[in-house]
């Protein structure tokens, strides 16, 4: 069932169930893997060895 979930108001008590889906992603890496993680942790504020 799909539902709208941009306006779910969400109460204290209430249960949120999340199921995994059947439909897999796929994603165009536009830089090497090391590129995030160097992002990442310069985002976050985490120092780099060796920079």
């Known amino acids: 069932m799909l539902m709208d979930f941009l306006n779910l108001t969400v ?3 209430d249960w949120i ?3 995994r889906s059947t439909l ?3 994603f ?3 830089n090497p893997p090391n590129h995030y993680y ?3 942790t310069r985002r976050l504020g ?3 060895r060796g920079q």
């Open 28 to 30: 165009l890496r536009a």
């Open 46 to 48: 985490f120092s780099i």
């Open 17 to 19: 169930e999340v199921d």
């Open 38 to 40: 160097a992002t990442l």
């Open 24 to 26: 897999k992603a796929q």
């Open 11 to 13: 109460e204290p008590g």
